[in-house]
């Protein structure tokens, strides 16, 4: 089935410096989605990119994605300390059965040493 | 409310007994996710509402499990006969509708013994 992965499972960075997450998945898609989570608890959106995108900004956060490759990364830059936290990525089905089911990675563990 | 709401936030369960889980999700919002998160893993697809549709149930891992929703309102997630396995974070999403970004509760703590 349909999943994304993502690439590092973990990264440790210092303060101000960039983090590149990456993301693979396997089938069409609609969108992209990435979130962060604390805590093991509730995820938080951060940004959707649509499958006829290939790049988007939002504050530091900038996501590409590459649809020949499959593929979108999820850049931070000038991370801070509070950055630590989960990221994950989920596609949004195109087609079959269950159009519009979000479909979630395993992960990458972020940690922003101060 | 303003969010999605999750009830309850933890609970203990002895093996073998059922569970009920509950999810209000933002009003208006026509899809609903239920995910499994066992610690540090990633989220387990479970089941998908979307309006009137037949939901997507294709995650579920065993008929012990099962989810209901009422029109575009609340959804239960119930376990039956709990086995250990079965301790997780349970999240629920919900979205105005598919193709939109989802917002999250804040999950269920559930902890079999």
Known sequence: SQQGEEDPQALSIQEGENATMNCSYKTSINNLQWYRQNSGRGLVHLI??????????????????????????????????????????????????????????????????? | GAGVSQSPSNKVTEKGKDVELRCDPISGHTALYWYRQRLGQGLEFLIYFQGNSAPDKSGLPSDRFSAERTGESVSTLTIQRTQQEDSAVYLCASSRTHRRSAFFGQGTRLTVV
């Open chain 1, 48 to 114: 959707l990119i649509r499958s006829n995108e290939r790049e988007k900004h939002s504050g530091r956060l900038r996501v590409t994605l590459d649809t020949s490759k499959k593929s979108s990364s999820l850049l931070i830059t000038a991370s801070r300390a509070a950055d630590t936290a989960s990221y994950f990525c989920a596609t949004d089905d195109a087609g079959g059965t269950s159009y519009g089911k979000l479909t979630f990675g395993q992960g990458t563990i972020l940690t922003v040493h101060p």
